[in-house]
């Protein structure tokens, strides 16, 4: 008997069936397209409504991965409606200057914003469950959860750090075993392929690659191209 299980790679999903289920995006990689695919499959199987993108040209194609507008404004992106309501309320009280797009978070199926909310909602929800599941992944750095953030910067455009919007998806501020203050930084990827284009070089970033102790070679140029 032949083992037919692949678990070092992801299927090459035929056109046809992408075609078929409205996700045929010529440029997806094979990732996204599987990933596309599974959230069609999803939303057909609870009957949500199905939504749509406007290319470049103004047009209106359907897209099996985006949700209608209805059900877009009724929550359908999130897994529940505590995650539904959690989100509403973060969206309103976000840090000002945080870069959150309100429309990718309720319609967009494939982002990594709805992701995050609906991976690490919970945490936020329920203490006992963030205490378990993160003194399991991080037992040197988490014995007590204090707060958990979405999309944080401690000072978006402050020279003593990146002088630009750089925030975190999600921060854990915690203490460890012996009460000192500790924080677990989270950033969220889910289908990019991490080779779009690099981000816009400052002499900030040039700074901080050399005094933060971090590289054996600061001025190596791999640090300065995708997806470093």
Partial sequence: ??????????????????????????HDTRFRAA???LQAL??????????????GKGRKTALGSRLSA??????????????????????????????????????NMLSSMPLTFNLFGGLKLNRDLAHAVCRTLWPELVQDICHIQFEHSPGRGDRTFTDD??????????RDAQGAKTFVAIEVKYSEAMVEPAARGRPRYEELSETCGLYHDPADPTLRTSPY
């Fill in 1 to 26: 008997m032949f083992d037919l299980t692949y678990t070092d790679r992801l299927p090459l999903v035929p056109e046809a069936i992408l075609r078929q289920h409205k996700v045929h995006e010529p």
């Fill in 165 to 174: 919007g750089t925030a975190f998806d999600v921060l854990l501020s915690c």
């Fill in 70 to 107: 209805f059900a877009a404004a009724a929550g359908a992106n999130f897994l529940s409606p505590d995650l539904q309501r959690l989100t509403r309320r973060e969206l309103a009280y976000r840090e000002p200057g945080a870069m959150i797009d309100e429309h990718r978070v309720w319609s």
């Fill in 42 to 55: 999803w939303r057909d199987r609870r009957d949500i409504p199905m939504g749509f993108y406007v290319n």
């Fill in 35 to 37: 990933a596309r695919l």
